[in-house]
């Protein structure tokens, strides 16, 4: 039976570790997606079907994911951004790509296209992780960020983190539904959460200290403006951030999503789907 996101590959990276990645749809640009913090791809089931009705998607799973290999040790920004743009770069004939990055992703995607090492034509950013966001450089963020990982993994030992993701994505398509569940809320998608929880207060302050404009490359910022349970108190300098960074950035444009939170592609993902149509020119 075939995926919906399509047909199933891998890719060999230099360091012989192998990513997955699915493929479907006709046409260009090619529309990648890129997952939160400690997720596979299995979070864009409400999304990549009806992107892949306008042009060819890739929706993968960065290593230690899914269905792609692990690595041990911190995943630091550079890391991930020099996997992603490995696949990229190793299949030149999906050139040029949309990317369309959630959370954590949102900093990946823009990496790579600030990097020039593969053609980049328009960014979708889906509340993103912003560098613009004051509370993420305060000692009490420091300290959450520190304890994540320390309260996420004996959770996950015990089950109990597989409980509380049972709802999550529960209105994707049975298969990514179901991935979704069996990859992204394990043991070893906790440990690969801290993997790259570990290097993200620096990672940040290297994003802002070291602005880029991305001149020539087309934006959407996504800001989900409805507070969740986690960041109630943050919520409104998220949003902020995100529209300083709509303001900073060359060639970009603020999409508030009023119906949605930090997860955009669960509660408003037609939002998504209409910016990735506009940037395609569809």
């Given amino acids: 039976m075939t995926h919906t996101y399509g047909e199933s590959n891998y890719f060999p990276l230099p360091d012989g ?3 997955h990645y699915w493929l479907k749809g006709e046409g260009g640009p090619t529309v990648v997606f890129e997952a939160g913090m400690g997720f596979s791809g299995s979070m864009w089931g409400q999304v990549q079907p009806e992107v892949a009705k306008l042009a060819t998607t ?3 799973d960065r290593i230690g994911t899914g269905r792609s290999d692990d690595r041990p040790g911190a995943h630091t920004l550079d890391m991930l951004v020099g996997d992603l743009a490995a696949l990229l770069g190793g299949l030149p004939q999906l050139a040029p790509f949309i990317m369309v990055g959630a959370s954590w992703g949102g900093p990946i995607i823009r990496q790579l296209a600030a990097r020039g090492q593969v053609a980049v034509r328009g960014l979708v950013l889906v509340d993103q992780s912003d560098e613009h ?3 993420f450089f305060t000692p009490a963020a420091r300290k959450q960020f520190e304890a994540t990982p ?3 993994i004996p959770m996950a030992k015990l089950g109990l983190y597989k409980l509380m ?4 994505g529960k209105n994707q398509p049975a298969d990514v539904r179901k991935d979704h569940y069996e990859y992204d809320f394990t043991v070893r998608a906790a440990e690969n959460f ?5 290097q993200f207060i620096p990672d940040m302050e290297w994003l802002r200290d070291n602005p880029n404009r991305l001149e020539g490359v087309e934006v959407s910022v996504i800001s989900g403006m409805k507070p969740g349970l986690l960041d109630k108190k943050q919520r409104k300098s998220i949003n902020a ?3 300083k960074t709509a303001e900073t950035l060359a060639n970009a444009r603020f999409v508030p999503a009023e119906k949605a939170g930090h997860y955009v592609m669960f509660h408003q993902p037609e939002l998504i789907v209409s910016e990735v149509a506009r940037l395609l020119g569809k």
């Avoid at 993701?165 to 999550?168: D, K, L, S, V």
């Fill in 133 to 135: 966001a004051p509370d």
């Fill in 165 to 168: 993701g049972q709802g999550a």
């Fill in 58 to 60: 890739l929706v993968y």
């Fill in 194 to 198: 801290a993997a790259e929880i570990t």
């Fill in 241 to 243: 951030a995100h529209r």
């Fill in 150 to 152: 320390k309260m996420l």
């Fill in 17 to 19: 570790r192998k990513l």
